[in-house]
């Protein structure tokens, strides 16, 4: 629909299309409903173009291209799980669908059934919260931390009045933002936020995420290309907890669970106990073949198991994907021979780490013999830090 | 040869013993000044096999005296007292020091020193149920201070440590034994609550993190003609597991009746004086009667 360079937008009451007069700007021609609504109004992207034309049609078919979009980015396995959780169209109905067709036709058939029953935008909104909580979305996280005023205690925090707070600050503050909350298992709320102008309809394709767990000092926002309204944002949030400041944490992954359990300390981090299972562990033994073949670097690999035990934990770590090192330290080098000795200017370096799964890369390399044990404590101190992108200074 | 080659196998393998032999055989193999020849040589060496023999044969009586001594004692012995060799002991040795883990690990409270410090660890229990553990990981230095822990960041222990780490540490221990086994008990009470008695729910259970404030509707009959009840549960005190204040309202519209009321205030103070799943418990001993009564002609 938005490939060519005129926009047909079909509703209810009639007809409007606009022409790409460039490539970046739109003119409203005309409707069929009011002629006279035909002014040419010039507009950035193709999608305020279709708002302001459904604006002029009728708000249904926003809503159900949205829905039709949505669908149509979920994986066809989990389609039939996240209808039901979304609970909006009844079983009986659900089961008319066939989700063996192709994913375009299964899209339009939500789409059907949802105008039946006349969805709104609220709704398509937790379809969309649920779709981002179910499947693993490509989205980079960034972790915010608050702190109260210094004397405050632990508050009670009834999630229902931080809803309400943070609806009222941030409506206050901004027009024309669509604010949809839904609660998660374990005591989280998801917060989806769509940004609009005062003269346009909230874009909900451009939507900001944010993951608050309940007393706790951590926010995880999944940022959209939207920045302008960060400030906005953080006051509501903190108006709403009842904080006084927010601050940016140096971390950053794409997996939100990892991200939560390096922040909450819930990785299996390896403390020294007198814990049973342990001991058993450390009785197993190599199995030699030959009892004449014996290991000649036996107590070195022993060595080398024993730190990155110690270091690591025998569990697999949280799963984060770089950590950057930003050096702002002068490169030291022989003094007589090299080409920087005679600098004047320190000679910055950036480092970056990135895998797949970066801890359990570091964790392995020492007993891969490519690095020494005990590793620097900079790339182990990462999940206890909980910080990837790290700035050395001069001491 | 140059005597200082570096080593390249490990000190204790056996590639090393070779290099070493290697070695040996170099220096001997250079000549040497003002010698005697290669017969006088052979004597010295019979010489010295003849005093390795001497030896190895006293080596081996003292050996064997050795063993035949320590079977001596046997006669000596109680009849039914057991032989103990050194690889049983160990195992009985293995064996209490297990159980005395255990015992520590049941007692709440642990630790064990480390290189640098002591790290506590917390095993919290309701109810004779044994929850999850907690680490505190201490670097025993002028300031004391934690290096690493495992508490979940609701829990305030940064005020903790700031009251009580530095001056007074055995209160330290006690006040955040008392905050986490309190914590572990409120999440265990609505978590049997969740999962054990879902049916009664009519909504499902909302709880904060540190589980001090709940809320959920609940109704007495399965079939949902009664009143629901809404109930407010709040736990001011972090270190109890019993609420502070109950209220129980009804939500809809309408009179309620009188029956209701009644009960309403019978639920309240069950609300305070037990834990939350021995109410419904005793709610579902109450429908289990009713259904035997009714289903008596």
């Known amino acids: 629909m938005y490939g060519t360079s005129q926009l047909w937008v079909a509703g209810r009451w009639g007809r409007a299309f606009a022409d790409n007069v460039s490539s970046n700007w739109w003119s409203l021609k005309a409707s069929r409903t009011d002629p006279g609504l035909a002014r040419s109004v010039n507009f950035m992207s193709a999608w305020e173009a279709g708002a302001a034309l459904a604006g002029v049609i009728g708000m249904d078919e926003i809503v159900a291209e949205f829905i039709r979009r949505t669908i149509l980015k979920i994986p066809v396995a989990e389609i039939g799980k996240i209808l039901r959780i979304w609970n909006f169209i009844p079983e009986s109905q659900l089961k008319t669908i066939n989700l063996k067709q192709c994913k375009e036709n299964v899209s339009q058939d939500v789409v059907e059934l949802c105008k039946k029953k006349r969805a709104s935008m609220k709704e398509a909104a937790i379809l969309d919260i649920i ?25 009670l925090s009834d999630m229902e009045e931080f809803k309400d707070s943070f609806k009222k600050v941030l409506q206050r503050a901004l027009k024309n933002v669509h604010i949809s909350f839904r609660d998660s298992e374990d005591t989280a709320v998801w917060i989806r936020i769509a940004w609009g102008t005062p003269y346009m309809k909230p874009n909900q394709y451009k939507t900001t995420y944010m993951v608050y767990h309940s007393q706790t000092p951590f926010v995880f926002i999944s940022h959209c290309r939207i920045k302008k309204y960060i400030p906005e944002l ?13 601050q940016q944490m140096e971390l950053r992954s794409l997996y939100l669970d990892s991200l939560k359990a390096i922040v909450f300390k819930q990785y299996n981090q390896d403390f020294q106990t007198y814990c049973l299972t342990s001991l058993e562990e450390e009785n197993s033994e190599v199995e030699i073949v030959d009892p004449r073949i014996i290991h000649e670097n036996m107590k070195e690999k022993e060595r080398i198991q024993r730190v990155t035990r110690e270091t690591f934990g025998d569990y697999v770590q949280p799963r984060i994907e770089f950590a950057q090192y930003k050096l702002e330290t002068k490169f030291k080098t022989d003094p007589k021979n090299g080409i920087l000795a005679e600098r004047e200017e320190p000679f910055r370096c950036l480092v970056k780490f990135s895998s797949p799964h970066l801890l359990e890369a570091l964790k392995s390399l020492a007993p891969a013999g490519i690095a020494d044990a005990p590793l620097s404590s900079l790339l182990t101190c990462i999940p206890h830090k909980a910080m990837n992108y790290f700035t050395i200074r001069e001491k | 040869m140059a005597s200082s080659q570096k080593h390249v196998f490990s000190l204790t393998g056996v590639l090393y013993q070779l290099e070493r032999l290697e070695a ?90 480390t290189t640098k410090g002591v790290c506590i660890c917390f095993n919290t229990a309701f109810e004779g149920n044994i929850l999850d553990s907690y680490y505190v990981d201490l670097i025993i230095k002028k300031p004391l201070q934690i290096h690493r822990h495992s508490v979940p960041v609701f829990i305030p222990l940064e005020q903790i440590a700031a009251k009580y780490l530095e001056t007074n540490f055995q209160h330290f221990v006690y006040s955040l034994s008392e905050h986490l086994n309190g914590y572990s008990g409120r999440k265990y009470q609505a978590d049997q609550l969740q999962c054990g008695f879902s049916a009664f729910l009519a909504r499902p259970l909302q ?21 629901p009840f809404c109930a407010r549960l709040v736990y001011q005190d972090l270190t109890t597991t019993l609420p502070t204040d109950v209220t129980i309202t009804y939500q809809g519209t309408g009179a309620t009746p009188a029956s209701w009321e009644n009960q309403r205030a019978v639920h309240e103070t069950l609300f305070y004086k037990n834990a939350l799943h021995k109410v419904f418990e005793s709610f579902l001993r109450v429908r289990e009667n009713f259904d035997c009564v009714s289903s008596v002609p």
């Not at chain 2, 005296?65 to 160990?90: F, M, Q, T, V, W």
């Not at chain 2, 904060?208 to 009664?226: A, R, V």
């Open chain 2, 207 to 227: 709880r904060n993190s540190l589980c001090t404030l709940l809320s959920f509707t609940y109704t007495m009959d399965p079939s949902g003609e009664s009143f």
């Open chain 1, 131 to 155: 779709y981002h909580q179910t499947c693993q979305i490509k989205k980079i996280w960034t972790v915010y931390k608050m702190t109260k005023a210094p004397g405050e205690e632990v508050d």
């Open chain 2, 24 to 113: 040996h055989d170099q220096r001997s193999a250079r000549p040497q000044d003002g010698h005697q020849g290669p017969q006088d040589s052979e004597t010295d060496l019979e010489a010295k096999i003849l005093k390795l023999r001497k030896l190895r044969d006293e080596l081996r009586t003292k050996v064997k005296l050795h063993e035949a001594g320590a079977r001596i004692p046997i006669a000596n012995l109680e009849p039914y007292e057991p032989l103990k060799n050194s690889e049983e002991n160990l195992k009985m040795k293995l064996e209490k020091a297990k159980a005395f883990f255990q015992a520590f690990h049941l007692t709440g409270l642990s630790g064990k020193l």
């Open chain 1, 234 to 246: 953080w006051q509501a949030l903190m108006t709403a907890g009842n904080y006084h400041k927010i």
